[in-house]
């Protein structure tokens, strides 16, 4: 079978992915003592990405601005930042001429789906840690099975059940959605987190919904009834990283519900007190091991991801990421990708309480940014099959 250049995006991907997750994620890196082989492959990685992107640039000049363009603000949020966060996603979307979200998902799936195992037997085979832990506030017992911590198995356990959903579509019955649940209730004893599992609880009802006899309903299918959830689900990411921002400057405003948040508005406040907001962000406190600087500042984990992405990343890279989202969001509704709008949700429930929202190896739906920056002929094509004229 010949190799085709578009294929050493998903190579790329795939040896990304199990990289990640295997070797610079999970408890084998205590083990192997250094992250050596994470860097080795996300260096062929980039080398792979860096030959399609050179032969589709000497072939055809039409997107070279567009790449220098993707390729700057990656380096300068970077440089900025000093984050790792979305450091990969630039170099993907650099490379994402010619790519389908489809088969980007599928790539992804599969790879997770044999890293996140991998991970979990060798943790339970005792090969390394099954990361038994207390919650610091309950005291509940958590096992984070060979991860770094329970909320990251939370979160790996998100990203793997939406990219199912995504993967299948339609085509997922009524024993999958069975054997979910247990999965989940499973997930809510071993993590006992919360965020991760309440969010693919109801992300899992929106699927029933749609999937499933109750979707059948046609006041659910009404085009007017569903035109307006979706145009309101089109601002939902604006609207709650607005209020997230001024309850944080100004955590007083819901003091009576501040105890179901953990403090995070408390710190989120205390992290604006201490930076400036900034075009394109600063290094922030987070997780920085400075033991020093946190118990000077009091500063530790800044655990909103909107928050995070605007003092971390910038004002530039805050209102480019918020844009993208309610883009795609109305451009899946005129797809008619529901799946794909009920992932794009879960992430931004997510981001109210975690940063896996702004995580590239923990949201696969900012790699759907791809379908705006280079399949805008396809979508193009797909409006008009719909009758649609404009995008707004």
């Known amino acids: 079978m010949k190799l085709k250049v578009t294929d050493l995006f998903y190579i790329a991907l795939s040896c990304w992915v199990i990289a990640t997750v295997v070797f ?27 030959f399609k992107i050179m ?69 339970i085979s005792h090969v ?61 004893y071993i993590t006992k987190s919360r965020t991760s599992v309440y969010t693919a609880a109801a992300m899992t009802i929106l699927m029933m919904m749609y999937t499933r006899p109750l979707s059948k309903n ?37 003091d009576n519900n501040e105890l179901a948040f953990t403090g995070r508005f408390a710190m989120s406040a205390r992290y604006f007190a201490a930076y400036p907001i900034s075009l394109f962000g600063q290094p922030l406190a987070y997780n920085s091991g400075n033991y020093l600087l946190t118990s000077q500042t009091g500063l530790t984990t800044l655990d909103i991801g909107y928050i995070y992405l605007l003092l971390g990343f910038g004002i530039v890279i805050f209102v480019l990421f918020l844009y993208s989202e309610s883009r795609l969001f109305y451009l899946y509704y005129r797809q008619k990708k529901y799946v794909y709008i009920i992932a794009l949700l879960g992430y931004a429930v997510m981001g109210i309480a975690e940063t896996s929202m702004i995580r590239v190896s923990y949201n696969f739906t900012l790699f759907f940014i791809i379908d705006l920056l280079w399949n805008k002929q396809g979508s193009i094509d797909e409006r008009k099959g719909l009758g649609e004229t404009s995008y707004d």
């Open 128 to 188: 390394i840690d099954i990361g038994m832990a207390y919650k610091a506030v309950s005291r509940e017992v958590t096992y984070s099975l060979g991860f770094g911590h329970a909320n990251t198995l939370g979160a790996r356990a998100v990203e793997l059940l939406l990219l199912y959903y995504c993967y299948k579509q339609e085509r997922i019955k009524l024993r999958s959605y069975m054997v979910i649940v247990v999965l989940l209730v499973a997930l809510n």
């Open 218 to 254: 046609k006041d659910f299918h009404d085009t007017k009834m569903r035109r307006r959830l979706f145009r309101l689900s089109r601002v939902f990411v604006l609207l709650v990283a607005v209020f997230l921002v001024i309850v944080s400057v100004n955590p007083s405003i819901i």
């Open 55 to 123: 032969h589709e640039l000497m072939a055809n000049k039409a997107g070279n601005i567009k790449v220098i363009i993707i390729a700057l603000l990656g380096a300068i949020s970077a440089y900025y930042s000093k984050s790792i966060f979305l450091t990969p996603l630039f170099w993907f979307l650099c490379a994402g001429k010619d790519i389908k979200v489809e088969k980007v998902v599928k790539t992804l799936f599969l790879s997770y789906l044999i890293s996140d195992l991998t991970v979990v037997i060798l943790s």
């Open 24 to 50: 610079g994620e999970s408890a084998l890196v205590s083990v192997l003592g250094n992250q050596y082989v994470y860097s080795i492959v996300w260096l062929a990685c980039r080398a792979l990405l860096l």
